[in-house]
């Protein structure tokens, strides 16, 4: 079974702070991704790539930057971070770009910006 | 513009009841969406349950069953006897044929009581 794992699950840390949430495949996927999720809403995708180097812009990037340093690794990054962000985080990965191809998600990483 | 809009959760039902999640969706912009249904166990990430990529078709897995409804914009998730080990949240999606990105309802979260 395909393997997305996150760290850490849960991060608190203080406004103007810097938080770097990572994921890992294990899948061998191309395409990688970062959405949040916050009460009453829908997962939201902030960024999302489909191979190493590789960076694309979601539909709620700001106050966000993301690297994909490799194949496996996906990393999201607030280097200053405030309480609208605090939300939990889920990462994501699929096989290729097109929606037929289901998506792996990691279990979560629950963020507070206090 | 393109969103997802689902029961609002809490939802709580009694074992071996019946169970009906409403999805509705606007698709502005993707001409031929395709529908899914995800569920996050507790303490598990987000996993497929079931899609359906073209209208008037069915899909169903665990006993569950959405229906892809075209006039009426909805896929509504049904099943006619819910376990203990259904408690769960439900997020119905859409997306475009050609693309995976998803856009998310806000998800409902189920309770089956023994």
């Known amino acids: 079974e395909a393997a997305v794992t996150q760290s850490p699950r849960n991060k608190v840390t203080v406004t103007g702070g810097n938080v770097t949430l990572s994921c890992r495949q294990t899948?061998?996927?191309?395409?990688m991704y970062w959405y949040r999720q916050d009460t009453g809403h829908g997962l939201r995708l902030i960024h999302y790539s489909y191979g190493a180097g590789n960076l694309q812009i979601g539909d709620v990037p700001d106050g966000y930057k993301a690297t994909r340093t490799t194949q496996e690794d996906f990393f999201l990054l607030l280097e200053l971070a405030s309480p609208s962000q605090t939300s939990l985080y889920f990462c994501?990965?699929?096989?290729?770009?097109?929606?037929?191809?289901?998506?792996?998600f990691g279990h979560g990483t629950k963020l507070s910006v206090l | 513009g393109d969103s997802v809009t689902q029961t609002e959760g809490p939802v709580t039902v009694s074992e071996s009841e019946s169970l009906i999640i409403n999805c509705t969706y606007s698709?502005?912009?993707?001409?031929?969406?395709?529908l899914f249904w995800y569920v996050r166990y507790p303490g598990e990430g987000l996993q497929l349950l079931l899609k359906?990529?073209?209208?008037?078709q069915k899909g169903s897995s665990r006993g569950f069953e959405a229906t892809y409804n075209k006039e009426t914009t909805s896929f509504h998730l049904q099943k006619a006897s819910v376990q203990e080990s259904d408690s769960a949240v439900y997020y119905c999606?859409?997306?475009?044929?050609?693309?995976?990105?998803?856009?998310f309802g806000s998800g409902t979260k189920l309770t089956v009581e023994p």
């Open positions: 999606a859409l997306g475009p044929s050609n693309y995976n990105v998803l856009y």
């Open positions: 698709a502005t912009s993707i001409a031929y969406p395709n």
């Open positions: 994501a990965s699929s096989d290729s770009g097109t929606v037929n191809e289901r998506l792996f």
């Open positions: 359906v990529i073209t209208a008037g």
């Open positions: 899948n061998s996927h191309n395409y």
